[in-house]
Nanobody, 116 residues
């Protein structure tokens, strides 16, 4: 089992920034990928960004340039720096972990609200 604990969500004005963190613990496999998804009210959960242990990243096209994903492998922690936030970024943000072996885990989510 892998546990994911997210932090860093909150309320921010349009144009502001937030940094989300997600710490993984438990049965961590050395080679894995972690990332962030988000779900806005009434919408499906969508990809934000993922990052492998080696540092390869994948972003939703619409978020490139504003959001940056990074990780600290020693701490089993992934970060999401969100800049120039817009009201449409308002959503619950979920941390994700996958170990390429069928291990698939989600965090409980952290709420991000961007006011106009």
């Amino acid at each position: 089992q892998v546990q994911l604990v997210e932090s860093g969500g909150g309320l921010v004005h349009s144009g502001g920034s937030l940094r989300l963190s997600c710490a993984a613990s438990g049965s961590i496999i050395r080679f894995n990928y972690m990332g962030w998804f988000r779900q806005a009210p009434g919408k499906q959960r969508e990809l934000v960004a993922t990052i492998t242990t080696e540092g390869s990243t994948n972003y939703a096209d619409s978020l490139k340039g504003r959001f940056t994903i990074s990780r600290d492998n020693a701490k089993n922690t992934v970060y999401l720096q969100m800049n120039s936030l817009k009201p449409e970024d308002t959503a619950d943000y979920y941390c994700y972990y996958n170990d390429y072996r069928g291990g698939d885990y989600w965090g409980q989510g952290t709420q991000v609200t961007v006011s106009s």
